[in-house]
Every structure is written in structure tokens, then in C-alpha cells.
């Protein structure tokens, strides 16, 4: 289950600041979750809506773009994982500016986009787990192709020489593991 923790980039009239729901809110979606056998992952661009979701017990946190330290303390301590589908911005705003897409969204994309890595970077370093997701079902899913052609999460994680996590494990699929190499 995914819940919208706080607002989005792609969603006209939001601010990815701003926190959606209560902790406890999200932690009764947890709950409940569980009481399923399943569990929830929080979309979370707003650095209180990543430290209510974590704090709350959601499994992982998609996008992640205002990380803070404390945020990442906490993603750490709770073992929760970070799909930051990073390219996404380099994908919005080559194909928005071309396409012409709402200056609003364009706006927030670029708000967004180096904070989002600088926050990646810091989370990868300080032993987040890392998945691997695309935001399927927005437009920018298309950056999927252009990250599997070496453009988006696996180089950073390379170049800071860091293990690619199993992103598997994060859903609770049995995969193997592996680094990834130059070439």
C-alpha cells in the first residue's frame, strides 16, 4: 500500500513540503496494513512527512527530496529503505521543457532535483538501505530505460563506492545480491 505522506512535484496545486497526514494517522495504515499481511510505503518528498512516515513504520520512503540528517538517522534506526528514483528529475526537465508541461510542476522539479541528490548521497553514506523504484504510472516513468542505460541510481552509487543493496529485500523477495562494476 502506498500512501501520499505529503504533497508531490507532479500534482498541480501542492507543495512536496507539506505534510498530508499525522503520524498517527500513517501508523494506523500500518497497522492495518499488517493485519493484511502486507505493508506500506509512504510517497514522501517534505522532511516531516519522511520523519512522521519512518517514525510511523512504514517500510520504505519513495523520493525522500528534503532528507535531513535526522531523517536519515531515523531511516537508519528503523531500517527503512529509500527509493529515491533519482533521474526522474533530469527526466522532467528535459521532456517538460520540451513537451511544455505547467511551469508550476517545472518550478518544483527544480526545487527539488539537487536536493534530492545531495540527500541520496548522504543517506547512501550514512547506510540507508537503498531500493530501486521508477514512480511507475507518471510520466517520468520513462527515466526506468534511460537509468537501466547507466544514467541514473547506479552511477552515483558506483562512483561513491558503495554496494548496491538488494532491492528485493525491501519487498520481501529472495533475490541474489551483488556489486556493481565499472563496465
Same mark, same amino acid.
Given at each position: 500500500?502506498?500512501?501520499?505522506?505529503?504533497?508531490?512535484?507532479?500534482?498541480?496545486?501542492?507543495?512536496?513540503?507539506?505534510?498530508?497526514?499525522?503520524?498517527?494517522?500513517?501508523?494506523?495504515?500500518?497497522?492495518?496494513?499488517?493485519?493484511?499481511?502486507?505493508?506500506?510505503?509512504?510517497?514522501?518528498?517534505?522532511?516531516? #512527512?519522511?520523519?512522521? @512516515? *519512518? %517514525? =510511523? $513504520? /512504514? &517500510?520504505?520512503?519513495?523520493?525522500?527530496?528534503?532528507?535531513?540528517?535526522?531523517?536519515?538517522?531515523?531511516?537508519?534506526?528503523?531500517?527503512?529503505?529509500?527509493?529515491?528514483?533519482?533521474?526522474?528529475?533530469?527526466?522532467?526537465?528535459?521532456?517538460?521543457?520540451?513537451?511544455?508541461?505547467?511551469?508550476?510542476?517545472?518550478?518544483?522539479?527544480?526545487?527539488?532535483?539537487?536536493?534530492?541528490?545531495? #540527500?541520496?548521497?548522504? @543517506? *547512501? %553514506? =550514512? $547506510? /540507508? &538501505?537503498?531500493?530501486?523504484?521508477?514512480?511507475?504510472?507518471?510520466?517520468?516513468?520513462?527515466?526506468?530505460?534511460?537509468?537501466?542505460?547507466?544514467?541514473?541510481?547506479?552511477?552515483?552509487?558506483?562512483?561513491?563506492?558503495?554496494?548496491?543493496?538488494?532491492?528485493?529485500?525491501?519487498?520481501?523477495?529472495?533475490?541474489?545480491?551483488?556489486?556493481?562494476?565499472?563496465?
Amino acid at each position: 500500500i502506498k500512501i501520499i505522506a505529503t504533497g508531490a512535484v507532479l500534482t498541480a496545486g501542492t507543495n512536496p513540503s507539506a505534510s498530508e497526514y499525522t503520524e498517527e494517522e500513517i501508523r494506523a495504515a500500518v497497522e492495518e496494513a499488517a493485519n493484511a499481511g502486507t505493508f506500506v510505503t509512504a510517497h514522501a518528498h517534505g522532511v516531516e #512527512g519522511i520523519k512522521r @512516515a *519512518v %517514525r =510511523a $513504520g /512504514v &517500510r520504505s520512503i519513495e523520493h525522500a527530496s528534503y532528507l535531513d540528517d535526522e531523517g536519515i538517522a531515523l531511516m537508519v534506526k528503523h531500517g527503512t529503505w529509500l527509493v529515491a528514483d533519482i533521474y526522474n528529475g533530469d527526466y522532467i526537465a528535459e521532456i517538460g521543457k520540451r513537451d511544455g508541461w505547467p511551469a508550476e510542476v517545472l518550478r518544483k522539479n527544480d526545487e527539488t532535483t539537487g536536493t534530492q541528490r545531495a #540527500g541520496f548521497q548522504k @543517506a *547512501v %553514506r =550514512a $547506510g /540507508v &538501505r537503498i531500493a530501486y523504484g521508477t514512480d511507475d504510472a507518471t510520466p517520468a516513468t520513462e527515466s526506468l530505460r534511460l537509468d537501466l542505460e547507466g544514467r541514473g541510481h547506479e552511477v552515483l552509487v558506483v562512483a561513491d563506492g558503495v554496494d548496491w543493496p538488494d532491492a528485493g529485500r525491501a519487498v520481501g523477495e529472495a533475490v541474489a545480491t551483488g556489486r556493481a562494476e565499472v563496465g
